[in-house]
């Protein structure tokens, strides 16, 4: 079932509408807000599937909670606005226990700033209570069902969002909305404190879309991740060679560089201000002049050039390691590790592959036979999530033969080695990003890591070995990634040890 709103592109200059998906966007990023209401749909990414993914996972979270509910809902179409609110009102005014995708709405006065607005929200429940309110002996408090594991901000603005809308209707204010979140957790908005935030997103995102300003563009890797206009944005971004394609630069550093006048990464590089150092403290501006200039001069530099780092780890027989997972089933399903022998020259890629999430325990031992026939090798990966995962398997499956700290001893992380002693020329830190730098290339170019989490999902509903495959090949592209990435920077660190 379809459970989101299009509202219209074009504003009605007697009332301004603003639902609760727009001042949820507009938590995220006003600048999202602004183009999911005004932007060219033309420029907007199509769907990724993982986002689908999501919204799937949300409807099931949602009929599980149903179960527990004698609901009832709204029987208009879902674009019919009018009717929907009108029915949702009648449900109400009826008492029944449980109203399921109501559609509440409220018409405020217009301000000496603003408009009058249309205030559009569908909390997924509205649930009976005791509390008598203008329907009778009852009311009914909001409760949202969503993906996140925490409740975030923008969670509790909209929670607070729909306990205003129900105040207006049935004039009594829900005392404690409810969020439903992943894993069931349940959580109750304290509306006392989340009300005054609301009502100032709210005016502040009017204002907004009142005045028809484009916010201005500023790229973070995790807000931006998953948003449609990413594309867009990201090109407007590198068109005006902005700094935050910078590591580094958050929105409130960038405020800082703004108040001396910098506004890309040469004039960052050659600054010889100082920023206020409760904003940016003289070591971290240090870092982001180096990170600048190696974007500007498009070259890698050594990150402490005067300090001596341990040696770099290296063998006759080395192991690369990626692991896949599927976090909604909790289940790591493929161990790659690619196996170098640089005494024979030979590469050897192996792969421990759950078809099943219940023969994970399976993978696991074959995995740790595979590593224990090299001890001596280290293991290389790239990000903390390998050695996390180890850790927690090792536990979970009660191995006595080894020790675990002999084991991880064995593991070097390249992503931490990168990071903490070069600076590259690059917009991010992923191993996507500084492999595709190095000019290495993946053979399905169009996959990414959300996607294998797709993919292993679809398999296990279709059964279609070619989407296996994919997977596998993926993964073991990880793992010749990181491989280069290694010879590069082993490389790199010795001719800079030379050098000195
Ligand atoms: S891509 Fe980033 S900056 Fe652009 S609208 Fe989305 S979240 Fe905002």
């Known amino acids: 079932m379809n459970n989101t709103f299009s509202p219209p592109r074009n504003p009605n200059s007697s009332s301004l509408l603003l639902t609760d998906e727009l001042l949820l966007d507009y938590k995220r990023c006003d600048r999202r807000a602004f183009l999911n209401r005004y932007g060219d749909p033309q420029q907007r990414d199509p769907e990724r599937e993982f ?72 909390p997924t429940l509205l649930v009976k209570q005791p509390y008598p309110s203008q329907l009778g002996e009852w009311s009914y408090i909001p409760v949202n069902v969503k993906l996140g594991k925490r409740p975030k901000t923008e969670y509790k603005v909209v929670a607070a969002f729909h306990g205003y809308l129900l105040q207006q209707i049935q004039g009594f204010c829900p005392l404690t909305p409810e969020l439903r979140l992943r894993g069931g957790k349940r959580y109750t908005v304290d ?26 563009v500023f790229i973070s890797r995790q807000r931006c991740g998953l948003c449609d206009w990413q594309t867009y944005c990201h090109g407007i971004a590198q068109q005006k060679n902005h700094l935050s394609l910078v590591p580094g630069i958050t929105p409130s550093r960038y405020e800082a560089l703004q108040a001396l006048g910098i506004e890309t990464p040469e004039e960052l590089a050659e600054s010889e201000m100082l920023p206020d150092a409760e904003l940016i403290e003289g070591e971290l501006f240090a870092q982001l002049q180096q990170q600048a200039q190696s ?63 219940e023969d994970e325990p399976l993978v696991w031992q074959q995995f740790l036979a595979l590593i224990w026939r090299y ?7 790239f990000s903390e999530y390998e050695v996390e995962t180890v850790k927690r398997l090792t536990k979970l499956y009660r191995c006595t033969y080894f020790s675990l700290s002999s084991l991880v001893s064995r593991f070097v992380d390249i992503h931490h080695w990168i990071v903490t002693s070069t600076t590259l020329p690059v917009e991010n830190y992923s191993l996507k990003t500084l492999a595709k730098w190095l000019g290495f290339a993946w053979r399905d170019q169009a996959v990414s890591g959300d996607q294998t989490v797709c993919l292993y999902d679809k398999w296990l509903k279709v059964g279609d070995r070619s989407l296996l495959d994919t997977i596998i090949r993926y993964n073991e592209d990880d793992c010749r990634a990181t491989y280069h990435l290694k010879t590069w920077l082993e490389d790199f660190l010795q001719n800079s040890v030379e050098e000195d």
């Open 191 to 216: 509306l006392g404190m989340w009300l005054p935030p609301m009502e100032e997103v709210l005016q502040s995102c009017g204002s907004m879309l009142q005045s028809w300003q484009e916010p201005d």
């Open 51 to 122: 986002v689908g993914k999501l919204k799937a996972e949300n409807q099931r979270q949602i009929q599980e909670l149903l179960k527990q509910y004698n609901w009832t809902g709204p029987e208009a179409p879902s674009r019919d606005w009018p009717q929907r609110i009108a029915q949702t009102i009648q449900l109400m005014n009826a008492g029944v226990e449980c109203i399921y995708r109501g559609l509440l709405s409220h018409q405020t006065p217009p301000t000496k700033t603003l408009p009058s607005l249309t205030l559009v929200g569908h």
């Open 295 to 357: 974007i500007s001069e498009n070259r890698p530099l050594f990150r402490y050039p005067n300090k001596r780092l341990p040696p770099f780890p290296s063998a006759p027989i080395e192991l690369y390691f990626d692991l896949e997972a599927e976090p909604d089933r909790q289940v790591d399903y493929l161990f790659g590790v690619l196996c170098v022998n640089h005494e024979t020259q030979e590469e050897q890629f192996y792969r421990f592959l759950a078809e099943r999430p």
């Open 375 to 381: 001890p001596q090798a280290p293991i290389f990966h």
